[in-house]
Antibody, heavy 118, light 107 residues
Framework: EVQLVESGGDLVQPGGSLRLSCAAT????????MSWVRQAPGKGLEWVAN????????NYVDSVRGRFTISRDNVNNLLYLQMDSLRVEDTAVYYC???????????WGQGTLVTVSS | AMQMTQSPSSLSASVGDRVTITCRAS??????VGWFQQKPGNAPKNLIF???NLQSGVPSRFSGGGSGTDFTLTISSLQPEDFATYFC?????????FGPGTKVEIK
């Protein structure tokens, strides 16, 4: 069975750091571009970052560029999101998703909640 | 940045109704559009990719259309399990962006 499982969400103070992980089972992560998408409480979906199949091409939404880093470990089938200098507005459920061609974003994790608050 | 507008923001419909949701891109994005369904507390589910291709396992009552700047998601006969929020995604330009969503409610 194909599955993506995120972990690492937590309550953190503004200015703090977290690293989210996404473990893939049932398929090889190296076959896909991968993205992180977030959803603030009661709000819509926001694309955060993506990475190509070998991790050499990474892209970010402006609001996180320079603070967040996406990376991947294709040997162990893991995707990461290092989140530094966290802000209250980063509070959201974070999803990892396989981001295939032209919106073929088929596999989603269940999400992990990041809460930034003092 | 590319903007995706979506209409309506919400609609009320009955089981068996035909429902159409529209997304408009601020510039030509070819067919690089996906559609997603999300139910409360769950991750989004991919329904359509490349504007009109049905994702595997998705019922055939869902269909997508359009190209360039105007795109549609149609549910031909609304079923009880279809009451949810629907989002479009443009996958052509950075930053990738979703429409604000359409909530489909029971009339």
């Amino acid at each position: 069975e194909v599955q993506l499982v995120e972990s690492g969400g937590d309550l953190v103070q503004p200015g703090g750091s977290l690293r989210l992980s996404c473990a893939a089972t049932g398929f090889s992560l190296r076959s896909f571009w991968m993205s992180w998408v977030r959803q603030a409480p009661g709000k819509g979906l926001e694309w955060v970052a993506n990475t190509n199949r070998d991790g050499s091409d990474n892209n970010y939404v402006d609001s996180v560029r320079g603070r967040f880093t996406i990376s991947r470990d294709n040997v162990n089938n893991l995707l990461y999101l290092q989140m530094d200098s966290l802000r209250v507005e980063d509070t959201a459920v974070y999803y990892c998703v396989s981001s295939g061609y032209q919106g073929n974003w088929h596999y989603w994790g269940q999400g992990t909640l990041v809460t930034v608050s003092s | 940045a590319m903007q995706m507008t979506q209409s309506p923001s919400s609609l009320s419909a009955s089981v068996g109704d035909r429902v159409t949701i529209t997304c408009r891109a601020s510039r030509d994005i070819g067919s690089a559009v996906g559609w997603f369904q999300q139910k409360p507390g769950n991750a989004p589910k991919n329904l359509i990719f490349s504007a009109s291709n049905l994702q595997s396992g998705v019922p055939s009552r869902f269909s997508g259309g359009g190209s360039g700047t105007d795109f549609t998601l149609t549910i031909s006969s609304l079923q009880p399990e279809d009451f949810a929020t629907y989002f479009c995604l443009q996958d052509a330009n950075y930053p990738r962006s979703f429409g604000p969503g359409t909530k489909v409610e029971i009339k």
